[in-house]
């Protein structure tokens, strides 16, 4: 049986991982848990989302499967932060005689989670003509990523990532956390690139360490589930309540949407788009960069690089008018929230200034409207400006933002298996 989960957390705490995590071991009694869980990250802007717009599903080989699904239930109506507005939990349970029957739709509506906008009411709809059984609490906004999770499972063919999710015990919960910091960056430095995102090299910062008052002490990201492992092994830190292994669609850019054009964008929805870089760019009070790229269909696009993305922004800022650019990332509020970029060819980049004088060598200067330039000193002439291509201080290549700024679902550089691009990882 397969075992959707989603919606169970509030930003007080909680976390829908360590509800997958406690089940995992509580329905050993039940019967066998087949596979590694998953941990899916749907689309990134929905604004419901607590945190990282996480589901997760569970497989379990078992011959008790009501009594499975009565355990599963009572649990999230228990530990669910019900409290929170936010918090609408939904569960969805497919027995192994229905999969042929779902596999299909439910693997599009896993996709279309990823990266679209679905409804209560579609899920609703969904579960209403399939009669799978699922339970909604509340609104059952939870029953999206429910199905979604389901759907994953039944279609393994993703791209996919692991990583080892340790949890707090329960006292400690909203407490500071008790990690040595200089453990993440030796097994950074040991274990990466197989794993990535545990420190932020540059900026001096742990970033696989949470902040908010949830049951998560860390996360270590990886290839594969050893490395994973073997990294969180080198980490010193408070006692742990428990770990999981997560299979997970995180790094993969499953959220993006390869366009070719401007107009077919939609907002809430993530993208690949290319284009030449048009007019200035300016960083704002607050320390965001903006810039704007057009197409072929002449319209244009603003591209920002927020203030967090730290030092991207100043790469970002060498772009020049006429440079051709693939943008990654999230179109929100009208503009597209950079993650990555691709700098397809670099335009030239021309400055003009007053011609030298051949006998002092100072710069002439311009001798009145339409009549050249002259050394006053010298007296000797020139018909035009002098134009200088300078060299250019990037590279055409892939650059990322640093892993301070990284998306759960952005597919770090490091991952990247084109070897006709170049790429300039973030670390
Ligand atoms: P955490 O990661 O800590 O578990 P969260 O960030 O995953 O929290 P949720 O509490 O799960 O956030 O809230 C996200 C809500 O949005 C869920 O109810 C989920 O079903 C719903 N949702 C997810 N993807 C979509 C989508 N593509 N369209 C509409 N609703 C969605």
Same mark, same amino acid.
């Given at each position: 049986?397969?075992?959707?989960?989603?919606?169970? !957390?509030?930003?007080?705490?909680?976390?829908?991982?360590?509800?997958?995590?406690?089940?995992?071991?509580?329905?050993?009694?039940?019967?066998?848990?087949?596979?590694?869980?998953?941990?899916?990250?749907?689309?990134?802007?929905?604004? /419901?989302?607590?945190?990282?717009?996480?589901?997760?599903?569970?497989?379990?080989?078992?011959?008790?499967? !009501?009594? #499975?699904?009565?355990?599963?239930?009572?649990?999230?109506?228990?530990?669910?932060?019900?409290?929170?507005?936010?918090?609408?939990?939904?569960?969805?349970?497919?027995?192994?005689?229905?999969?042929?029957?779902?596999?299909?739709?439910?693997?599009?509506?896993?996709?279309?989670?990823?990266?679209?906008?679905?409804?209560?009411?579609?899920?609703?709809?969904?579960?209403?003509?399939?009669?799978?059984?699922?339970?909604?609490?509340?609104?059952?906004?939870?029953?999206?990523?429910?199905?979604?999770?389901?759907?994953?499972?039944? $279609?393994?063919?993703?791209?996919?990532?692991?990583?080892?999710?340790?949890?707090?015990?329960?006292?400690?919960?909203?407490?500071?956390?008790?990690?040595?910091?200089?453990?993440?960056?030796?097994?950074?430095?040991? *274990?990466?690139?197989?794993?990535? !995102? *545990?420190?932020?090299?540059?900026?001096?910062?742990?970033?696989?360490?949470?902040?908010?008052?949830?049951? #998560?002490?860390?996360?270590? @990201?990886? @290839? $594969?589930?050893?490395?994973?492992?073997?990294?969180?092994?080198?980490?010193?830190?408070?006692?742990?309540?428990?770990?999981?292994?997560?299979?997970?669609?995180?790094?993969?850019?499953?959220?993006?949407?390869?366009?070719?054009?401007?107009?077919?964008?939609?907002?809430?929805?993530?993208?690949?788009?290319?284009?030449?870089? +048009?007019? =200035?760019?300016? *960083?704002?009070?607050?320390?965001? *960069?903006?810039?704007?790229?057009?197409?072929?269909?002449?319209?244009?696009?603003?591209?920002?690089?927020?203030?967090?993305?730290? !030092?991207?922004?100043?790469?970002?800022?060498?772009?020049?008018?006429?440079?051709?650019?693939?943008?990654?990332?999230?179109?929100?509020?009208?503009?597209?929230?950079?993650?990555?970029?691709?700098?397809?060819?670099?335009?030239?980049?021309?400055?003009?200034?007053?011609?030298?004088?051949?006998?002092?060598?100072?710069?002439?200067?311009?001798?009145?409207?339409?009549?050249?330039?002259?050394?006053?000193?010298?007296?000797?002439?020139?018909?035009?400006? #002098?134009?200088?291509?300078?060299?250019? =201080?990037?590279?055409?290549?892939? /650059?990322?933002?640093?892993?301070?700024?990284?998306?759960?679902?952005?597919?770090?550089?490091?991952?990247?298996?084109?070897? +006709?691009?170049?790429?300039?990882? +973030?670390?």
């Amino acid at each position: 049986m397969i075992i959707g989960i989603d919606d169970t !957390d509030s930003r007080e705490g909680m976390c829908t991982t360590y509800l997958g995590a406690l089940l995992m071991e509580e329905l050993r009694q039940y019967g066998t848990i087949v596979e590694l869980p998953v941990l899916v990250r749907l689309n990134p802007t929905i604004p /419901y989302k607590t945190r990282g717009n996480a589901c997760v599903g569970i497989k379990i080989a078992t011959s008790c499967p !009501d009594k #499975v699904m009565e355990h599963v239930i009572s649990r999230i109506s228990t530990m669910s932060a019900m409290e929170c507005e936010m918090t609408n939990p939904g569960v969805v349970f497919i027995q192994d005689a229905e999969y042929e029957s779902f596999r299909e739709v439910l693997g599009t509506f896993f996709q279309r989670a990823v990266r679209e906008v679905l409804s209560i009411e579609e899920a609703k709809s969904l579960i209403a003509k399939t009669g799978l059984q699922s339970k909604g609490f509340k609104n059952g906004r939870g029953l999206i990523g429910a199905l979604a999770a389901c759907g994953s499972i039944l $279609n393994p063919g993703w791209d996919h990532t692991f990583e080892y999710l340790a949890y707090r015990q329960r006292e400690k919960w909203g407490t500071p956390r008790n990690v040595d910091k200089n453990s993440f960056f030796i097994a950074d430095s040991v *274990t990466y690139p197989e794993t990535w !995102d *545990t420190v932020d090299v540059s900026n001096g910062l742990v970033v696989c360490v949470p902040h908010s008052p949830d049951p #998560v002490l860390y996360g270590i @990201r990886g @290839r $594969n589930p050893n490395v994973v492992k073997r990294t969180a092994e080198m980490i010193g830190s408070e006692p742990l309540k428990m770990s999981c292994v997560y299979c997970t669609n995180q790094g993969t850019d499953m959220h993006l949407i390869p366009v070719d054009s401007i107009p077919e964008m939609e907002e809430m929805h993530s993208y690949i788009v290319s284009g030449f870089v +048009s007019g =200035d760019l300016f *960083t704002i009070p607050g320390g965001h *960069t903006i810039f704007s790229i057009s197409d072929g269909s002449g319209t244009s696009l603003e591209c920002t690089a927020f203030e967090p993305t730290k !030092d991207f922004r100043s790469l970002v800022r060498k772009l020049v008018q006429g440079d051709f650019v693939k943008v990654y990332g999230s179109f929100m509020n009208k503009a597209l929230n950079i993650e990555k970029i691709e700098i397809v060819s670099l335009a030239p980049l021309v400055v003009s200034h007053n011609p030298e004088c051949p006998s002092c060598g100072k710069r002439m200067e311009s001798a009145g409207r339409g009549q050249g330039y002259r050394c006053r000193k010298c007296g000797t002439k020139a018909a035009a400006l #002098v134009q200088v291509e300078l060299k250019r =201080d990037i590279e055409s290549g892939m /650059y990322e933002v640093p892993p301070c700024a990284r998306r759960h679902l952005a597919k770090p550089l490091v991952r990247l298996q084109d070897p +006709s691009v170049k790429i300039f990882p +973030s670390r």
